[in-house]
């Protein structure tokens, strides 16, 4: 009976440290043996997709549960979507990823930054997943700074700016930098809210192009690119990675091509490739990420 015990707590003490393990290696459908729990949170006004990230998360042995929070834009629905976030964390047993777009995104912002910090939730238990965040530290579009009287000709990121102790705003300061917990922060290239120009100057190619972004993808992308990344694989070998202590920041591949300013346009496609190359580097100009841009198949 001893020796029985005995071999029941070490089973269970390896298959801890295996979860473990698996959750703080690369994510892929298959990094967890018994599968994990993934916690979905929707954009604003939409549901997430099932083939978000190519569908890699949602793939067997990995169970979905949605985060029922109401997904309107306004300060109160994401603080509650926090909470709600936090009750499943702790009532979801085994490994768990959260998965969230946009005002998603915002959401996992607010958990990290109100619970986070003091959370009983274990860091070896759960990572977050965060697209298209507007409050993406590099390049988040309310991390932009405003400008200021000397400097007319910048642009701020319309009302989505405004902060959550502003009128009508609903917008935060995104997580903590070091926070305790695995996060992956994935943004596609020219993302009107979370890669956007900075400085985000007004009239510029920049400007021009992020405003084309906000309808139109790369080539034969009909939509907005921040509605769109169904292309992009977590662990795809082409991504441009920076990692900064318990956080990666991914720039998905591939690279969105054509720029969108040049996707609208009705010309040849020869004209298009002609034009990307030419204007590519002027967009490009307004960009300081700190892991670079994937190349373009025109490069």
Not at 37 to 65: I, S, Y
Not at 72 to 95: E, R
Not at 212 to 231: I, P, Q, R, T
């Amino acid at each position: 009976m001893r020796v029985t015990r005995r071999l029941r707590q070490t089973a269970s003490i390896a298959m801890s440290v295996a979860f473990g393990m698996c959750l703080l290696s690369p994510i892929s459908a298959h990094a967890e043996p018994a599968g994990a729990t993934v916690l979905t949170l929707a954009p604003a006004f939409f549901p997430l997709p099932g083939n978000w990230l190519r569908g890699e998360l949602f793939a067997a042995p990995n169970t979905t549960v949605k985060v029922p929070y109401n997904n309107f834009p306004a300060a109160a629905n994401v603080h509650k979507g926090a909470d709600l976030l936090d009750d499943l964390l702790h009532s979801t047993a085994g490994p768990k990823i959260v998965l969230g777009h946009s005002e998603g995104a915002q959401v996992q912002d607010d958990w990290l930054r109100r619970y986070g910090p003091t959370s009983d939730i274990d860091p070896a238990t759960v990572q977050f997943i965060l697209t298209g965040d507007p409050e993406h530290r590099f390049n988040g579009c309310t991390r932009v700074p405003a400008p200021t009287p000397t400097e007319p000709d910048k642009k701020v990121c319309k009302f989505i700016y405004h902060s959550y102790d502003a009128p009508g705003g609903f917008t935060g300061p995104g997580f903590p930098d070091d926070t305790r917990y695995n996060v992956t922060v994935i943004s596609r290239q020219y993302d009107y809210w979370s890669d956007c120009p900075n400085p985000l100057i007004s009239g510029s190619p920049a400007d021009k192009n992020r405003d084309a972004a906000n309808s139109v993808g790369g080539k034969g992308e009909l939509k907005a690119v921040h509605l769109d990344y169904g292309m992009i694989g977590l662990n795809d070998p082409n991504n441009q990675v920076y990692v900064d202590r318990n956080v990666k920041y991914v720039l998905g591949s591939p690279a969105t091509y054509y720029l969108p300013m040049v996707t609208q346009k009705w010309i040849s496609q020869a004209q298009k490739q002609a034009q990307d190359l030419e204007l590519r580097p002027q967009v490009e100009l307004n960009y300081g990420r700190p892991m670079g841009s994937p190349t373009p198949p025109s490069s």
